[in-house]
């Protein structure tokens, strides 16, 4: 952050599409994907659970099967989830993964990983739900596994819920380091592994309120910021979109509503302060029309106002 009195420095601002893999069918996410990479979308990213965490009943695709399969239909977006649950793959496991979804998407893997919050889902399949010091501890020796394997060297580890002998990764990823989100907002346990080990902090919609307070606790790390956004192509349907996102997303806070130019302004005003990337949810499912209107009214109008 700028010290007092200084102006804020301008710095690149770029913009993801949150699309949860639930009421819609493989076709239409991929149809939904390559439309915001043709705009200039920056990345996509999607869940990683077993059950859709309101509805159960809903069909819900495997986030990492999404994940390779639209690898290979696009060419320039960067893939990720917001969040891997740490307790569904083995670190080295998931470091396999990671390594060959990199290679497969030719250096495009964006890796957001969290302690996995939802101790039903854990329960319901059998995983076992630690408390939440015991997950956050375990994520740690998770975020050390993945460090050693994506070097492609022998070692061997030993954690409190891991242990290696003579474990190597490879191939290894293509980027020199993948990037590593982590996102959240307890002082107790997830900003200090977010501070340490992750590129990127990730505030989630319902920490937004408290931004200012949460930054210099995750100083030195780029931060991202998740919102629920409904946007109006115009005054006429402003009152309408807005009770419409209130209603889906109501209970999640950090919801952006209006015109693109409320929209732009608001986002605006929090990439002033310090967020780089924008990790959007929108409420009509990410409709082509709505996404072409965002890339062509929001986006350079917010990149615009940092500029100055």
Known sequence: MAATGDAPRAHPVNFGLYLPQLRMSFARIEETVLTAESLGFHSVWFMDHLVAPADPELEVLEGWTVAAALS????????????????FRHPSVLAKMAATLDVISGGRLELGLGWGSVEQELRAFGLDPLPARGRAERLVETLEILERMFSGEHFSFRGRHFRLDDAIGRPTPVQDRVPIHVGGTGRRLTLPIASRYADWW?????GVDRLDELLPLV???????????????????????????????????????????????????????????????????ATPRTLRLFAREVMPAVRSAVGR
Do not use: K
């Open 72 to 87: 290979r239909r696009t060419s320039r977006i960067r893939i990720g989830h917001l969040t891997l649950c740490d307790a």
């Open 202 to 206: 990730n505030c989630p919609s319902y």
């Open 219 to 285: 100083a030195g790390t780029r931060v991202s910021v998740q919102h629920p956004v409904g946007l109006a192509s115009g005054r006429a349907q402003r009152e309408t979109v807005i009770e419409e996102t209130e209603r889906r997303f109501g209970a999640w806070g950090g919801l952006v509503m209006g015109t693109p130019r409320e929209v732009a302004a608001q986002l605006a005003e929090e990439a002033q302060r310090g967020v780089e990337l924008f990790i959007c949810q929108f409420s009509d499912f």
